[in-house]
């Protein structure tokens, strides 16, 4: 088992900043890739960000290029994601995601999640 925990979440106004974090604990953290994800209600949970195992290999999605940075530090257990020019639409709760076999990219790839943080942002 993996236990994942998001921080960081909150509301922010739009051009803002904001850090999300999230710990691991019960499993080696660097035997699992990562990732964010995030859901609105009524919506469908979507890709944001992941990274592999060692870090060398990142993936975004579209909409995040540019704006939102993907890191992990492995001997801390922790996964970040950077967001800078927070636009409204990215209000959402985001979903920190761990999985031993593949770079998490969709939700059916994902093992473990966490319970989610909500990100707000005011237009």
């Known amino acids: 088992q993996v236990q994942l925990v998001e921080s960081g979440g909150g509301l922010v106004q739009a051009g803002g900043s904001l850090r999300l974090s999230c710990a691991a604990s019960?499993?080696?953290?660097?035997?699992?890739?990562m990732g964010w994800f995030r859901q609105v209600p009524g919506k469908e949970r979507e890709f944001v960000a992941a990274?592999?195992?060692?870090?060398?290999?990142?993936l975004y999605a579209e909409f995040v290029k540019g704006r939102f940075t993907i890191s992990r530090d492995n001997p801390k257990n922790t996964l970040y994601l950077q967001m800078n020019s927070l636009k409204a639409e990215d209000t959402a709760v985001y979903y920190c995601?761990?999985?031993?076999?593949?770079?998490?990219?969709?939700?059916?790839?994902?093992?473990?999640w966490g319970q989610g943080t909500q990100v707000t942002v005011s237009s």
């Open positions: 995601a761990a999985d031993r076999t593949t770079i998490p990219t969709m939700p059916s790839n994902v093992d473990y």
């Open positions: 019960g499993r080696t953290f660097s035997n699992y890739a």
């Open positions: 990274i592999s195992w060692s870090g060398g290999r990142i």
